[in-house]
């Protein structure tokens, strides 16, 4: 079975500080990862993917395996990062998320 | 440029009755997705499809059934809606390895 977590529901943070938002799995195979995002009024779209080891927007994300772990991180947050983030997996073709994280970023 | 397209925005129907919800891509991807994104829950894999005529159970599939005769719709049964059903219904469709999945606009369904 797979599993998805993401601990916070609600992260408030100041423009201009850190964000991170946690992520950990469970899964018995090599697993495939992603967040998305969900601006408000908007489609759900793709983030970033594990496999990419990009940046995107200025958020990154960094596979751990040891940890199983997929933390999003961005060193300086902006209002337009105010949003709804899910963290995904997927294998065996199904694709789970996680409860998501609510971000709101105060000017 | 839509890619994934729902065919409701808005449903309100009456518990009891039969509900169908319908999803179309045109991106030629094999695999199909149902969820409920519920306050709190964040998205629930209903049932998700790896090719036509093929599906599988997700994670809460009770009360629910699919439908897949062609490769571009995917079709989301509510065989008796329920008042517990109420909820904000996502399809979504992607290709093969660690490719993008595609979300539709959603459709807010009310069981009264």
């Known amino acids: 079975a797979q599993r998805v977590t993401q601990p916070e529901k609600l992260l408030s943070v100041f423009k201009g500080a850190p964000v991170e938002l946690k992520c950990n799995y469970s899964?018995?195979?090599?697993?495939?990862l992603f967040w998305y995002v969900q601006y408000s009024r908007q489609r759900l779209q793709l983030l970033l993917r594990h496999i990419s080891r990009e940046s995107i927007k200025g958020f990154t994300a960094d596979l751990n395996k040891g940890e199983t772990s997929f933390h999003l991180k961005k060193p300086f947050a902006q209002e337009e990062d105010s949003a709804m983030y899910y963290c995904?997996?997927?294998?065996?073709?199904?694709?789970?998320f996680g409860k998501g994280n609510q971000v709101v970023v105060i000017p | 440029d839509v890619k994934v397209t729902q065919s409701s925005r808005y449903l309100v129907k009456r518990t009891g009755e039969k509900v169908f919800l319908e999803c179309v891509q045109d991106?030629?991807?094999?695999?199909m997705f149902w969820y409920r994104q519920d306050p709190g829950l964040g998205l629930r894999l209903i049932y998700f499809?790896?090719?036509?005529?093929?599906?599988e159970k997700g994670d809460i599939p009770e009360g629910y059934s699919v439908s897949r005769e062609k490769k571009e719709r995917f079709s989301l049964i509510l065989e008796s809606a329920s008042t517990n059903q109420t909820s904000m219904y996502l399809c979504a469709s992607s290709g093969g390895l660690n490719t993008e999945a595609f979300f539709g606009q959603g459709t807010r369904l009310t069981v009264v």
């Open positions: 991106m030629d991807h094999e695999n």
């Open positions: 995904a997996l997927r294998g065996n073709n199904r694709l789970a």
């Open positions: 899964y018995s195979g090599s697993p495939e």
């Open positions: 499809s790896y090719d036509v005529k093929m599906k």
